[in-house]
């Protein structure tokens, strides 16, 4: 079975801070790994994914996730967090080239000044 | 640039009035989904479609139905809205060959009173 846990509901940083967001994945198969992040009274925009190439993905805005196969792993990381990165961040399992996507249940992000 | 277009962004209705949420895509891609986001359950799959004439249910699909008569438009329609539908629809795309990447519009906010 497929499953996606993200481990935080909310994560509060200060602005210049750390993001850390913490996803982890159950897959029989070998997955393609998304993460999106939806501002407010937006629809979900990718920020990166993984796909069985190399394991530390760059995406939009300074993010970056590493896939961690031995600790089914994605986490998402920024070295410092903006005010305009408070959103909302999902996390999703592909499996088969998108035959069943599982979405984590989000995270919010605060960033405070 | 391709995109999705959703109409209405915001509809306000009674409980049991036909309501009709349009999906318009310039992406050209086969598979198009409808989801639902609502607190606490995150992202819930209500129909999708891989193809012309095809259409499938999700995961929460009582009391909807989709028709998909072009490549470019998945129209949600709810036979008979019930407050428990009050929520945010996404419209999501996906082309048929690829990594499982999602496409998504900017979402319709249903309200139904």
């Known amino acids: 079975a497929q499953s996606v846990t993200q481990l935080d509901s909310h994560v509060s940083v200060s602005e210049g801070t750390p993001v850390l967001l913490r996803c982890n994945y159950s897959s029989s198969y070998s997955p393609s790994l998304f993460w999106y992040v939806q501002h407010p009274n937006k629809g979900l925009q990718l920020l990166l994914k993984y796909t069985s190439a190399a394991t530390l993905v760059k995406g939009i805005n300074g993010f970056e996730a590493e896939f961690k196969k031995s600790e089914t792993s994605f986490h998402l990381t920024k070295p410092s967090a903006h005010m305009s990165d408070a959103a909302e961040y999902f996390c999703?399992?592909?499996?088969?080239?998108?035959?069943?996507?599982?979405f984590g249940a989000g995270t919010r992000l605060f960033v405070k000044a | 640039d391709a995109e999705i277009t959703q109409s209405p962004r915001h509809k306000i209705t009674e409980t049991g009035r036909q309501v009709t949420l349009a999906c318009h895509q310039t992406?050209?891609?086969?598979?198009m989904f409808w989801y639902r986001q609502d607190l606490g359950h995150g992202l819930r799959l209500i129909h999708y479609s891989y193809g012309v004439q095809d259409t499938n249910k999700g995961e929460v699909s009582d009391g909807y139905s989709v028709s998909r008569s072009n490549t470019e438009d998945l129209p949600l329609t709810l036979e008979s809205a019930a407050s428990s539908q009050t929520s945010v629809y996404f419209c999501a795309t996906r082309p048929t060959r690829g990594t499982g990447e999602l496409f998504f519009g900017e979402g319709s906010r249903l309200t139904v009173l």
């Open positions: 992406w050209n891609h086969n598979n």
């Open positions: 999703v399992v592909s499996i088969t080239g998108g035959f069943k996507t599982i």
